[in-house]
């Protein structure tokens, strides 16, 4: 649970940033042709958004040490007025008119790490540049935090987890639906990081094929976030 805090509201126009095309719902002719209004705009965006409030009350001690559950109900489609609020529940809701499209629910203090299980898949490596590290202002999310402090906004978590997917476990269009995820030291924009993942199921639902995993990652020795990531990797047509 939350412990007492301000959240302030906050919205935006949804963003669809081009970079995300390799996912063909985040496409306008790939989105229609998977039954919705228009192109999908990315979770990680949604995320991004949803973080701003937690990030601008908590600051730099949740970044590096809080964590969250995060889960997303609805699509956003391009352009669409996305709203976050507090729900007085613990959650911060995303809310596109009366829809409730994804919500956050963060804590100030994260958990350590346990012993991985699961299938283990290719490690992968990467260096924090601008298409990591730039990515939340790209979409919109202006909280100075970042620049002043020089961190890593908690969005490049979910983001390197979705490479895992894309690369490993995936063909096609996909969509991610939810992940825990916990932030356990300093990340910076230039760090190299490496991504140790670890498939923990795989099964078949409503919606298509889901797969969770749990992804692990580090700069150097250290480890600066957990990710359990789940997603739809084969929509049922």
């Known amino acids: 649970m939350m412990t007492d805090s301000s959240f302030a509201p906050w919205s935006i126009d949804a963003a669809n940033l081009a970079e995300h ?28 958004y949803l973080t701003r409030p937690v990030a601008a009350a908590w600051g730099a001690g949740w970044v590096t040490g809080g964590a969250c559950e995060t889960a997303f109900r609805a699509p956003v489609i391009e352009g669409d007025t996305v709203a976050v609020a507090d729900d007085g529940s613990g959650r911060l809701v995303a809310r596109v008119g009366d829809r409730e499209c994804a919500w956050v629910s963060p ?25 990591w ?10 909280l100075g935090l970042y620049r002043e402090q020089e961190l890593v906004h908690p969005v490049v978590w979910p983001s390197l987890a979705n490479r895992v997917f894309a690369t490993q476990l995936v063909t ?5 639906t939810r992940s825990h995820i916990r932030h356990l030291g300093v990340a910076r924009p ?25 992804i692990r990652m580090r700069v150097g020795d250290g480890p600066v976030a957990a990710v359990e990531h789940e997603a739809i990797v084969a929509l049922n047509s």
């Open 190 to 214: 230039g760090d190299t990081v490496t991504v140790e993942s670890y498939l923990i199921d795989r099964f078949a639902s409503r919606a298509g094929e889901r797969a969770v995993v749990d």
């Open 172 to 176: 096609g269009a996909w969509v991610h």
């Open 133 to 142: 590290t730039g990515y939340a202002a790209r979409a919109g999310e202006d």
């Open 107 to 131: 804590t100030l203090t994260s958990s350590p790490l346990d012993d991985p299980t699961g299938a283990p898949l290719e490690p992968l490596v990467f260096t924090l540049t601008d298409r």
């Open 21 to 48: 095309a390799d996912n063909p719902v985040h496409t306008l002719a790939g989105g229609r042709a998977a039954g919705y209004d228009g192109a999908v705009v990315a979770g990680t965006t949604i995320y991004a």
